[in-house]
């Protein structure tokens, strides 16, 4: 059997695995270059060491990508496993790097003399439902609520403060006075218009006129 045969059976054999074990639907390696699937791997052999809501579930950029990468490296370095990885390859979906870290789980799993029983890895995914859950349910903002405390905190207003109003009111509408009196004073633009337009009058009368209107 060639090289490339044992390559290409060696990356179908690794989809195959992570489909069956993890209930996914993955075609090509490349697909792990998104580090969740990897996240996901890590904690199946090391429960509870990488949290559900630490990964990027839906990641679609190379920022979120590395992100899942880095979390998977911390879990690495927190358990001190030795595994040389390079975080930018394999955000960048770098095959050879994607095929080495697969490799290297697979053959963990297969070494491992017992499986973990009663692991559920759509639950573990579920994270992201659930946020969406969550944000769905979230009380919307009490509106009135509110509304009713402002009306109680003006109710306990002091009789300073109420004086104060009532002293602001009463200025208010002697400003208002003032301006209703100043335009009836004001000589209407027609009575204006009619003296100019008399063609009687020299034009000493009509200022004259005009003058007597303001007074």
């Known amino acids: 059997m060639s090289a490339t045969t044992n390559w290409t059976t060696s990356k179908n054999e690794l989809i195959k695995w992570i489909n069956d074990t993890f209930k996914l639907t993955i075609t090509q390696l490349e697909a792990l270059g998104t580090g969740c699937i990897f ?58 790097d994607l095929l080495d870290l697969a490799i290297f789980f697979k053959t963990k799993y297969d070494k491992q003399i017992e499986k973990r029983i009663g692991y559920d890895p759509i639950e573990f995914r579920k994270v992201e439902e659930k946020k969406i859950l969550i944000t769905q349910n979230r009380k919307p903002f009490n509106v009135s609520a509110l509304k009713d405390k402002t009306n109680l905190e003006d109710s306990k207003i002091s009789p300073q403060s109420i004086l104060i109003k009532r002293s602001s009111s009463k200025a208010q509408n002697q400003r208002r006075e003032k301006v209703s009196n100043d335009l009836m004073k004001t000589p209407q633009l027609s009575s204006i218009t009619e003296i100019v337009n008399n063609l009687e009058d020299d034009e000493v009368t009509k200022v004259k006129k005009i003058k007597q209107l303001f007074i």
């Open 39 to 96: 996240c996901q791997i890590f904690e199946y052999f090391y429960p509870n060491s990488i949290q559900p809501n630490k990964v990027v579930w839906k990641a679609n950029t190379e920022v979120e990508f590395i992100k899942n990468f880095k979390t998977l490296a911390e879990a690495f370095t927190k358990l001190n496993i030795s595994k040389t990885f390079d975080i930018q390859n394999l955000s960048k979906a770098r095959y050879q």
